[in-house]
């Protein structure tokens, strides 16, 4: 059953998103084109850089479109049918949860791929000093080896997929609320209060967690050592030594999951639909 609701909320979606990943995708196409053909190593770079620049400034519309879906189906007119549908609310904040979650991560990766791809290409296209410069920053972020490249890439792609569930986690909490008396009389204002404030108490308590957690992983040119305190491996391994916690990826996990009980209660229970 589950599986059929976040088939229809991702099928429903797509006609929001739909214009935002066709503009991606023409604008994508026309600059890599662009830099096929030109001699001109600058507008080779300049078309990488676009690319770039269309995804950042996507990443921030698909955040507001996400977030204008969830407040339009559950507290605007939608909402109506949507709350009176035969399943539990809490499935249905999962469902779009989880939806909310696979748009944004989608552009927010596609955004990251685009950047790597225009360093590359400005190391090709610009020279020997930009291309060791380029060669430096992908074996600062991947390491050397097969082993550190993939361990590296798989922690970058969890660890970015947890913070993008907590980011919408937090922003359907400050929608709900807004939602909500006396939060309710903020309008807009009380959403991102709520927003930001959730997001840091996030943040804050997630430090506090990775200090008195230090277990992770300690990645050094081209070997990887799990570790039960990353600061004093990486402080043993010298200066090329790379840390990753563990902890505050789980606790921010543990964190998002939480926060859909008040979510599913508020919505329940308290909200005021349009």
Request: proline share 2%; charged share 10%.
């Amino acid at each position: 059953m589950f599986g059929k609701l976040l088939k229809n909320d991702l099928k429903a979606q797509w006609y929001s998103v739909a214009p935002i990943f066709l503009c991606i995708f023409v604008i994508a196409a026309v600059s890599e084109i662009f830099v096929l053909v030109s001699k001109n190593n600058v507008v080779s770079a300049l078309g990488g850089l676009l690319v770039s620049l269309v995804l950042l400034f996507a990443c921030f519309v698909i955040i507001i479109a996400v977030a204008m879906m969830f407040s339009k189906t559950v507290f605007g007119r939608a909402g109506y049918l949507t709350l009176t549908l035969p399943v539990k609310t809490r499935s249905l904040i999962w469902s779009k949860t989880l939806s909310g979650l696979i748009w944004t991560y989608t552009v927010y990766i596609l955004f990251f791929a685009s950047l790597f791809l225009c360093i590359h290409q400005v190391g090709e296209n610009m020279g020997a000093d930009f291309q060791d410069m380029a060669d430096q920053i992908f074996t600062l972020l991947l390491g050397k080896s097969i082993s550190t490249m993939i361990s590296m890439l798989t922690y970058y792609l969890i660890w970015f997929a947890i913070i993008m569930f907590i980011i919408i986690q937090c922003l359907y909490l400050g929608i709900t609320c807004s939602h909500v008396s006396p939060v309710s009389k903020l309008g807009v204002l009380g959403a991102v209060i709520v927003f930001f404030g959730a997001f840091a108490l996030t943040v804050g308590l997630t430090g506090i967690v990775t200090e008195v957690l230090p277990f992770g992983m300690v990645i050094c040119e081209e070997t990887v050592t799990l570790t039960s305190n990353v600061v004093r491996t990486q402080t043993e391994l010298g200066d090329y030594a790379y840390g990753f916690n563990f902890a505050g990826p789980l606790v921010m996990v543990i964190i998002s999951v939480v926060l859909n009980f008040p979510i599913t209660h508020l919505i329940r229970n308290k909200v005021n639909i349009k």
